[in-house]
């Protein structure tokens, strides 16, 4: 066809217009749906699926089949634009001049076929591509027979694209970006983001960086006696297990629980070696913390001994294999003419062991871990309870329990009771009594009981201080020194600062920063926008057909850089007509704004900018 062959007006002037707009929108079509769906990875879609909002939900449920193959996806998506694209100027151009079909086709393309297209598309991906899920299939199957021999070559060079599963680090700094702390709309609290990030560092740490040493381990030697020195010991260290060791402390064979020893007298001064001594478990070194916390869930104990491994690169697998070591319970039940012997069982096989003769381990013991121990690494904060004397039993950072300066000041919330008759609390033949001004000096339990309307303040300190509380006892009646447990620890819940509570949110599905353009301002902007494109549009086609029709008239010598300068500059103004388009339109929903819209662009550009220093945008 020659250029402007079909005059205007008539009907094959009309389909070839209509053929123009198909195509621009079969253009910005296609080039939205390949920023939208491309932009979907198979992650997403299936935590969406499985985690979102019902509406979403569906969408990503029709998009899922489609967007699997995504090579194909691909091409078909880029094949449909770039015919479309290149059939505009050829209907443009039996239309209109050759500068003319130049200008609108590029700033069609430009404005109608990318910029808004895939600027909708990449905000409303998901709902877009739901909607035309069934288009996007024809689109595939008509052009199959091209586009599937290219995606095939594409998967052989590049490879198919799988579920781009996050890392590691990239996981726990999306979990952190997701805290409310972060400041960009998350609703994840400081403990949850604590305690994801401390299970997914979990993995990483062993058995050496949370166990306790063996210099502050507190141990007893299978030879000792339950005399009420040792009683008030046990009491004071307020442990619920304690490593039992023969001849040196390296050497623990097991351990007892203290709950265990609530029918033993001091008077009877009842030997260890005739206790119920439970099996405790060897860990290397280098085991997994989460190899240790399923070790302890099987229920054998909570307490493991840690032992330095034999070489350095002694891998965990192998640790876990040599730590796996069945539970041994040991029950005094020595048979005849078996003197010193006492039968265990495990895994249902009762076995023997001599405690005449105890073997000496030659693995070096570095020191013990517990369940609790675990539990910290993985809250990431320390675990306070009543008889803890260390926040950091490395740095031996002590930490004090007193009453708080308010509750201090309206006198002392500890009082002495009267503990109950029982085996553990009787010395010298008697149950102990106690009164408010003549507390039991003899008894092993504690005799401090907080009032309900004390409030514990904690908070740490780097040395020790004693704190004198009244009416308490400097020590059991030939006991070891005791004083009651010092805490200052800063722990949720305690103090005069009520919790911190969390808010639903109903609208926790969205983000903060991804506020929704209500309806009548998306109007106005497309509005604004086809105006402000198409006033420099039109003036620069009609600037062509008169230089076109002087040309003709031969009135003057038309320069050939005159139709090319007229078609950049209205190519120019275009471009940025979507621009002025978009900030001209007011964005309050309530006013309409001037005509021109000069006042509003001023004020919508501060604004953007000002959100932009903001770290908002």
Avoid at 393 to 398: D, F
Wanted: charged share 20%; net charge neutral.
């Amino acid at each position: 066809m020659a250029a402007n062959d079909v005059p205007c007006c008539e009907s094959m002037f009309w389909v070839y217009l209509v053929v123009c707009v198909v195509l621009v929108s079969f253009a910005g079509l296609m080039s939205g749906l390949t920023l939208g769906l491309m932009s979907l990875s198979l992650v997403d879609l299936e935590v969406v699926i499985k985690a979102g909002p019902p509406q979403d939900r569906k969408n990503a449920e029709k998009i899922l089949p489609i967007v699997k193959n995504q090579h194909l996806l691909l091409c078909t998506l880029l094949i449909g634009n770039a015919l479309a694209m290149e059939a505009l100027p050829i209907f443009l151009d039996s239309l209109l001049s050759e500068w003319c079909a130049i200008l609108i086709s590029v700033t069609l393309i430009l404005a109608f076929g990318e910029i808004i297209p895939q600027a909708v598309c990449s905000r409303y991906g998901l709902s877009v591509g739901a909607k035309l899920s069934v288009l996007v299939r024809l689109i595939v199957i008509v052009l199959f027979p091209v586009a599937y021999p290219i995606s095939k070559l594409l998967d052989l060079l590049l490879g198919k694209r799988h579920s781009a599963l996050l890392r590691r680090a990239e996981l726990k700094t999306l979990v952190d970006m997701h805290g409310n702390e972060a400041g960009k709309g998350g609703e994840l609290t400081h403990d949850e983001t604590t305690i994801i990030s401390g299970a997914l560092d979990m993995t990483q740490k062993t058995a050496k960086d949370a166990m306790t040493p063996l210099s502050r381990v507190f141990s007893l030697d299978i030879n000792s006696k339950l005399d009420e020195k040792t009683m008030g010991l046990i009491i004071s260290k307020g442990h619920s297990r304690i490593p039992i060791y023969s001849g040196n402390p390296e050497n623990i064979i097991g351990l007892i629980l203290v709950k265990n020893l609530i029918k033993c007298s001091p008077e009877d001064e009842t030997p260890i070696r005739d206790l119920t001594i439970r099996r405790i478990p060897r860990v290397h070194e280098c085991l997994p913390l989460y190899d240790i916390l399923n070790l302890f869930r099987e229920g054998h104990s909570h307490m493991a001994v840690v032992v330095k491994s034999n070489s350095i690169n002694e891998t965990a697998e192998i640790a876990k294999i040599k730590s796996s070591i069945p539970d041994r319970k040991i029950h005094s039940n020595p048979r005849k003419g078996a003197k010193g012997i006492r039968s265990c069982k495990t895994s249902g096989l009762t076995l023997f062991l001599y405690l005449d003769s105890f073997p000496i381990l030659d693995e070096e013991v570095l020191g013990i871990i517990t369940l609790e121990d675990v539990m910290e690494e993985l809250l990431q904060e320390e675990i306070f309870d009543e008889t803890d004397e260390y926040v950091d039993v490395h740095k031996k950072i002590t930490i004090n329990m007193q009453a708080s300066p308010r509750a201090a000041a309206t006198g002392s919330h500890l009082h002495w009771r009267s503990p109950m008759a029982s085996p553990i609390c009787s010395c010298h033949g008697s149950p102990l009594c106690s009164k408010p001004s003549s507390p039991a000096l003899h008894s092993p339990i504690s005799p401090y009981v907080r009032s309900p309307l004390s409030k514990p303040s904690l908070s740490l300190c780097a040395s020790p201080r004693k704190v004198t509380l009244p009416n308490s006892p400097s020590r059991f009646s030939g006991a070891a020194p005791y004083s009651p447990s010092q805490h200052q620890a800063s722990a949720k819940g305690f103090g005069s600062t009520p919790p911190a509570t969390v808010k639903d949110n109903k609208n926790s599905n969205k983000n903060d920063d991804d506020d929704e353009i209500p309806q009548q301002v998306f109007g106005r902007m497309i509005r604004r926008i086809l105006f402000s494109v198409g006033v420099p549009l039109a003036t620069g086609v009609a600037l062509l057909h008169i230089f076109g029709v002087i040309k003709e008239q031969k009135l003057w010598e038309i320069p050939v850089w005159l139709p090319f300068l007229t078609t950049l500059i209205t190519f120019g103004a275009s471009t940025l007509g979507i621009a002025y388009g978009t900030l001209s339109a007011s964005w309050d929903p309530d006013k309409t704004g001037s005509f021109l819209g000069l006042e509003e662009a001023q004020r919508n550009w501060v604004e953007m900018w000002k959100q932009e220093n903001d770290g908002q945008w």
